[in-house]
């Protein structure tokens, strides 16, 4: 049965599609889907991911317990594993059981359940040889170690079932919130993709949450997107070609990057309340897109991922890689990918050495402002949530140092120190952390992690001693109405003035600061 709100049809050339019977806004919850076929972490996971609701150990408040009988299936606490037991583990311990007796580890289970109706492209795959060898040998794995007959009935059964998981089931990796696993569910899969979405799917531990991104109208076409939509037109398709189609969808056809595509985005105005709210910014965005085509783009992606696979230290990759970014920094085409992955994998690099630490806040800043608002234009989508929350906590853990008295030893840049010396940056933090909440309210469920970490933080800012009364109440009355004038004026003073200065050095930063020998402020195999 399709959630209320929507119908399933038959379309050519995608098959069934799920459609809109009631008008969604952006941010409405079309549908939960609480009942998967499938809802496991994946191979690499398997030890270090509760079986049952996919918390990371890393997430978990206790270790994670294995099972006593097979030892391969572990959980946080004795509630998740009951449930398990009762949902599935009950008919594969004993399969782990024969593994480990036969080749000594623990094993990925292939899934031994998935919907007869479910499309597998079964065909599409057999021609392709890889995959097709891969999932002979999977399927092999399968019978022998399930216990089932071994017969060709029963091994094109479990081919089948590997196609139907390859097209149907969603990867729900996510790093930010320690969740990892696969996740298949029967009417989830009726949606079928575009690199323009109009929904986006959210998980919370086994439940799976299907929201608007944009305005749906009755009679629209629900699509998300199976793939990340804001890379390179390549890289889209090839992260597509398991699932056997050509996209039409307008990014596709027309060729358009993330500049274009978020000037026509119809849900701009929401940037009001956030840390873009220059709306004619977002709609003509200042870039010199002539120096810049897409032939650029896709040189510079295939460049950049082949020295991704270099195998250097990630320091001199990422330098080597920012190199290589250049023509797209020059046409300040910076929300282009893979301008923001390199700036991200400087920030982690950033984080992990006292000596640069401090660097992570303008180019996190740089981030929030410049890439992610373009790539994302709603931003109530849990990417930009994540982006401005990261900030959030940057600011906090600068705001300590500060009022430590050592932020400047930690960090020896002087237009840096001199931007967090004159801002609030308790100011900010607690501006970019009602951000967070408000928007994490309507792009992900109340039990998000990362909302409840900027509630209790809020609380923690709310309650710290010498806090100017004054500004928290323009920004509680920011919150309530971003519109208000003298809560507006004070949101751009305190907020983004600061912001914004800070994201200015970041392509500096970027050029010189991180990798330069003459430094003193060097990543680490300098
Ligand atoms: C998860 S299923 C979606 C539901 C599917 N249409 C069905 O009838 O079961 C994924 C498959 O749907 C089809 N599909 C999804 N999006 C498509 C698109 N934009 N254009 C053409 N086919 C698409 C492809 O066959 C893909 O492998």
Same mark, same amino acid.
């Given at each position: 049965m399709p959630p209320p709100g929507t119908r399933i049809t038959t379309t050519t050339p995608k098959g069934r599609a799920l459609l809109a019977t009631r008008h969604f806004s952006p941010g409405d919850l079309i549908a939960t889907f609480t009942s998967p076929i499938l809802a496991l972490p994946d191979g690499p996971s398997m030890r270090t991911t509760?079986?049952?609701?996919?918390?990371?150990q890393s997430s978990s408040p206790r270790p994670l317990r294995a099972?006593?009988?097979?030892?391969a299936a572990v959980y946080c606490d004795a509630t998740c594993q009951r449930l398990h037991w009762k949902a599935v583990h009950k008919a594969e311990c004993g399969m782990f059981k024969r593994v480990r007796a036969n080749v000594g580890k623990d094993w990925l289970p292939t899934?031994?359940?998935?919907?007869?109706?479910l499309e597998g492209n079964v065909e599409s795959f057999r021609r392709e040889e890889g995959v097709w060898a891969d999932f002979e040998l999977q399927a092999m794995a399968a019978v022998v170690y399930g216990g089932l007959l071994e017969s060709d009935e029963m091994l094109a059964r479990a081919k089948e079932i590997l196609c139907k998981i390859q097209t149907n089931?969603?990867?729900?990796?996510d790093a930010d919130t320690g969740m990892a696993g696969i996740f298949l569910d029967a009417e989830l899969s009726m949606i079928n993709h575009s690199c323009v979405p109009n929904a986006f799917i959210g998980f919370d531990k086994r439940v799976a949450m299907l929201r608007a991104e944009r305005d749906i109208a009755v009679g629209d076409e629900i699509e998300i997107s199976?793939?990340?939509?804001?890379?390179?037109k390549s890289a889209r398709q090839e992260g597509l070609r398991l699932y056997h189609f050509q996209c039409a969808c307008p990014r596709c056809v027309e060729d358009l990057d993330v500049y274009q595509v978020a000037s026509r985005?119809? $849900?701009? +105005?929401?940037?009001?309340?956030?840390?873009?709210?220059?709306i004619d910014r977002l709609r003509n965005?200042?870039?010199?897109?002539a120096n810049a085509s897409s032939a650029v783009v896709e040189t510079t992606y295939k460049a950049w991922r082949t020295e991704a696979a270099s195998g250097g230290s990630e320091d001199m990759v990422t330098r080597r890689q920012w190199r290589l970014c250049k023509a797209l920094v020059q046409a300040k085409?910076?929300?282009?990918e893979p301008v923001p992955s390199t700036i991200l994998q400087a920030v982690n690099l950033c984080q992990a050495d006292p000596r640069t630490w401090a660097y992570a806040l303008p180019l996190s800043c740089f981030l929030a402002t410049e890439c992610e608002p373009v790539k994302? $234009?709603? +931003?109530?989508?849990p990417w930009r949530v994540k982006g401005v929350m990261v900030l959030a906590k940057l600011l906090a853990e600068t705001a300590r140092l500060a009022a430590a008295g050592v932020l400047s030893e930690d960090c020896p840049d002087k237009a840096l120190i001199a931007i967090l010396e004159k801002s609030d940056q308790v100011t900010m933090c607690e501006g970019m952390l009602r951000l967070v909440v408000h928007w994490a309210r309507v792009g992900a469920s109340e039990d998000w992690e990362i909302l409840k970490e900027a509630e209790d933080l809020l609380e923690q800012v709310e309650s710290?001693?010498?806090?100017r009364e004054k500004e928290a109440r323009l920004l509680r009355k920011w919150a309530m109405n971003p519109e208000d004038p003298e809560a507006k004026a004070f949101f751009e003073y305190a907020v983004l003035s600061p912001v914004n200065e800070l994201a200015a050095l970041a392509i500096g930063i970027m050029d010189d600061?991180?990798?330069?020998?003459?430094?003193?402020?060097v990543v680490k195999s300098q």
């Open positions: 509760c079986n049952y609701c996919l918390r990371t099972c006593t009988a097979c030892k899934p031994t359940r998935a919907g007869g109706t089931a969603f990867n729900r990796l199976y793939v990340d939509h804001t890379l390179p985005s119809p $849900v701009i +105005p929401l940037n009001k309340f956030s840390l873009q709210p220059n965005p200042p870039v010199h897109a085409m910076w929300a282009i994302y $234009v709603a +931003p109530f989508t710290l001693e010498g806090r600061k991180l990798w330069s020998p003459n430094s003193s402020a």
